[in-house]
């Protein structure tokens, strides 16, 4: 075994990391996520230009041919900084989609463009229903002359606003939780019959709410062969899941460092409040939980090309420990700190609104418990 | 042993209910039940409906204008207002600073502020914290100065929950600072917010919510008749208000109110095809709770039913406060969960009346993860979960 980085994945990390510990402050942060975009176009041309938006992709597609490791790398600075702008939606979901299944013309052209910074993408799936159950697709496709009509209802789309094309999920043959049958579709964002509403969400990101009626799409709107989209859906959320819990890791980290230092500064009875032992014990259960979240978080990086039944146990394991182990450090920190960590101004607070929403995102503590058992389970 | 209600006690709460059906208004009731935000004046007609009634002050002796409730009462009355969406009867006129007055205050302070509390002209706020003042709130520092009939009031009290809309601030200030020990030297004083001097600075907190501020005070010239009690036995007061058996801490009927609107959102979320409120895992958790929250409930009944006795309210009302808060957290946790992906939206516009847009999701998703939030406080403020342990430790256990 070997847990130690590559040479070009320590460069990553220290670059990533100066960036986000130079430019992206909790001040400019705040300011960003607060703006009406929701996120900064100039940030993102930034990590176009230092090459994070090539990370994951192949290096015959302009990529850098990065694998699970180094997505961990650059999530967790995002997650210690905060980080707002779409990259879990363009790069990981969109264009792991497009890179999964797109014909070497959609490839090209989509993916130059993602890893330029000039196009972002998001994956529309789940519904109003669907809850976190991935093969649960209600919206149709149906053939007509060339193209299709889609018909259907996408709710809580990670940055569905800001992206310039939807991936969208529908089914075209099946029942509604049946694997095979799910197609994706290439959807432009201004396309005839598409309504989107965006909202902020609670931890400073976006989502947004889709309504496709009669959109008709022509010839060339598919993403792979329709009705064989599920694995290649699995197998991407899985890589999805795997940053989510390396951002995590970033932010427990950071949440962890403000603690503790407030710990040893902050007095009350005339001492810092640190020396009180009922403390103390919990301020290393969230160590503890730190150590745990960054184990389970290197082992969903390290199994994403596993085959299935590993990889998806792994996967299921990590996100619902680190979302364990994400909510206690959120409600542990905010009491240890006493009133100051429930204000706007104070960073702490932010950090726990986004790790307690990691959880609400690609499948909570409980479904990935069941999921597990069901994957070691060979069922 | 008889653990129902007596006829009479089933008449009163048929009261209530009637009282209830007729008086609470309609659009305040909704917005508690539907997490909206609430006005000044949603506060004001709801509390202005009891306080005609006479039953504003609760826990208060007849002689003072209460309605001479004894606990019972005063439990099937929260229960009941809760069940109906009655907001929460704001604490720090009718089940604070009114009680300090009745206890330690001057017949002219009982007679100018009592009636004031009751008829709604004066909004208390409470300012105890300070920035280094918390759970060693004896380390306050604000202080007053004599000069001639008057204190000079300088220094900063923070946290002042709703004090954007208080006429009346009730105050620990420092008046010895050369006392031996710290809980010496602090003096007990009622406050008038528009004297000159004083500044309210809104502090928002993390979900967006403007319900605390903090409170400056630059030479605030406070007549020496507006302390109540003795110069320098402040702080005995303020204990006996910590102490003091207060109706409520445990939340009892809020938990209730929030436990019946958890069963709402799990009947109507979907998990495989099936309601949550079906699946045997969630179910087991919900369960959980609702039996933690039964265990509170007799808990409170118990320690009331030994007040009415006469026993001395001691650690007792720290076993609620912490339970209760644990108890509230964990339903607005199940709360959140329940949600699933559609927790995340969030419009903080949309909680105020008059809202025409839209939010995300099914209508009662928008509040649902803010509130988790919010409800953190509880388990810091009023004495955090961990100083209420070191009572408990201290007064019950000996150690
Ligand atoms: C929403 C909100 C509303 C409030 N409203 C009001 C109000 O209207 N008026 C008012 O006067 N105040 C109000 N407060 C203030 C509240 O009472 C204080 O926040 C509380 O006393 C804790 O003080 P602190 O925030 O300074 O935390 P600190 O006292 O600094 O405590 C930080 C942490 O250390 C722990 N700690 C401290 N001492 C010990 C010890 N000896 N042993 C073990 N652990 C310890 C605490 O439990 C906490 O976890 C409000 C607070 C909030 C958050």
């Given at each position: 075994m070997d847990f130690s980085l590559t040479e070009e994945q320590r460069l990553l990390k220290e670059s990533v990391d100066r960036l986000i510990a130079d430019k992206y402050t909790f001040d400019e942060r705040m300011k960003i996520a607060g703006s009406a975009d929701g996120y900064s176009e100039q940030m993102w041309t930034t990590f176009a230009e230092l090459g994070l938006l090539a990370v994951p992709f192949p290096e015959e597609l302009?990529?850098?041919?990065?694998?699970g490791v180094d997505l961990m790398i650059v999530m967790e600075a995002f997650g210690r900084g905060l980080v707002v702008e779409p990259y879990l939606a363009t790069v990981v979901l969109g264009g792991g989609l497009v890179e999964a299944l797109g014909s070497e013309e959609q490839k090209a052209e989509i993916l130059e463009a993602v890893i330029g910074g000039a196009r972002k993408l998001a994956f529309a799936h789940g519904e109003p229903d669907s809850r976190f159950e991935l093969a649960q697709v209600r919206t149709t496709a149906t053939k007509s002359g060339d193209g299709w009509v889609l018909d259907g209802r996408k709710s809580v789309v990670l940055n569905g606003a800001q992206a310039d094309d939807l991936i969208v999920s529908a089914r075209v043959s099946g029942d509604l939780t049946d694997e095979d049958g799910i197609a994706l579709f290439l959807v432009p964002k201004d396309t005839e019959g598409l309504t989107l509403r965006g909202s902020p969400s609670i931890d400073g990101g976006q989502a947004a709410e889709v309504e496709l009626t009669g959109v008709r799409l022509g010839a060339g709107a598919e993403l792979g062969a329709p009705g064989q989209a599920y694995p290649a859906i699995e197998q991407v959320t899985a890589r999805g899941i795997a940053a989510l819990c390396a951002e995590a890791v970033g932010a427990i980290e950071a949440t962890n460092d403000i603690t503790l230092d407030y710990l040893k500064t902050r007095k009350q009875f005339g001492k810092p409040i640190g020396s009180f032992q009922a403390l103390q014990h919990r301020m290393v259960d969230m160590r503890v939980a730190l150590e745990e979240a960054r184990s389970m978080s290197v082992l969903a990086a390290a199994k994403l090309r596993a085959d299935r039944a590993e990889r998806e146990r792994s996967v299921s394991a990590a996100k619902s420990l680190i979302g364990r182990a994400a909510r206690h450090v959120a409600e542990e920190s905010i009491q240890m700190h006493g009133g100051i960590a429930m204000t706007w101004e104070y960073s702490v607070g932010h950090y726990c609104k986004r790790l307690v929403m990691i959880d609400h995102q690609l499948g909570d503590v409980d479904h990935h418990e069941e999921r597990f058992v069901r994957f070691v389970d060979g069922t | 042993m008889d653990l129902n209600y007596t006829p009479e006690e089933r008449a009163f709460r048929d009261e209530v209910r009637a009282f209830l059906a007729e008086k609470l208004p309609k659009d305040v009731a909704s917005k508690e039940k539907n997490d909206k935000r609430l006005t000044k004046d949603d506060h004001l007609r709801w509390m202005g409906a009891l306080s005609e009634r006479g039953w504003l002050g609760v826990n208060w002796p007849v002689e003072y204008g209460g309605p001479g409730w004894d606990p019972v009462q005063r439990h099937i009355f929260d229960e009941e207002c809760t069940a109906a969406g009655g907001p929460r009867i704001l604490s720090f006129g009718v089940f604070m600073v009114a009680h300090v007055i009745m206890k330690f205050g001057n017949q002219a302070q009982k007679d100018h502020y009592l009636p004031r509390i009751l008829d709604l002209t004066d909004w208390w706020c409470q300012g105890y914290s300070e920035p280094g003042a918390?759970?060693?709130?004896?380390?306050?520092?604000?202080s007053a100065v004599r000069d001639g009939d008057h204190y000079v009031v300088n220094g900063q009290k923070t946290w002042t929950t709703l004090g954007q809309h208080a006429n009346k601030i009730f105050c620990l200030v420092?008046?010895?600072?050369?006392?031996?020990?710290?809980?010496?030297?602090i003096s007990f004083l009622l406050i008038d917010m528009d004297t000159p001097g004083i500044t309210v600075r809104p502090i928002i907190l993390l979900d967006g919510e403007h319900e605390v501020n903090e409170v400056f005070f630059d030479n605030v010239r406070v007549p020496?008749?507006?302390?109540?009690?003795?110069?320098?036995?402040?702080w005995t007061y303020a204990k006996y208000l910590l102490t003091h058996e207060r109706t409520n801490i445990a939340g009892v009927g809020l938990s209730k109110e929030a436990m019946r609107h958890l069963k709402v959102i799990s009947g109507d979320q979907v998990k495989g095809g099936r309601p949550l409120i079906e699946d045997p895992v969630f179910r087991a958790k919900m369960a959980r709770v609702e039996i933690d929250l039964m265990a509170l409930e007799m808990t409170q009944m118990r320690v009331l039913a030994a007040a009415q006795e006469g026993a001395a309210p001691g650690a007792e009302s720290s076993i609620l406060k912490i339970r209760g808060t644990q108890i509230r957290q964990a339903i607005t946790d199940l709360s959140r969960r329940a949600l699933g992906p559609h927790a995340l939206p969030f419009q903080s516009d949309a909680l105020d009346e008059g809202f025409n847009g839209e939010t995300l999701g099914p209508d009662y998703a928008n509040p649902v993860a803010a509130n988790y939030f919010n409800i953190r406080k509880q388990s810091i403020y009023g004495g955090s979960n961990e100083i209420q342990k070191n009572i408990i430790a201290k007064m019950n256990l000996g150690l």
């Open positions: 302009g990529g850098l041919g990065g694998g | 918390g759970s060693d709130l004896a380390s306050l520092k604000t420092r008046t010895d600072p050369k006392a031996p020990k710290p809980q010496q030297g020496l008749e507006n302390r109540v009690g003795e110069e320098n036995e402040g």
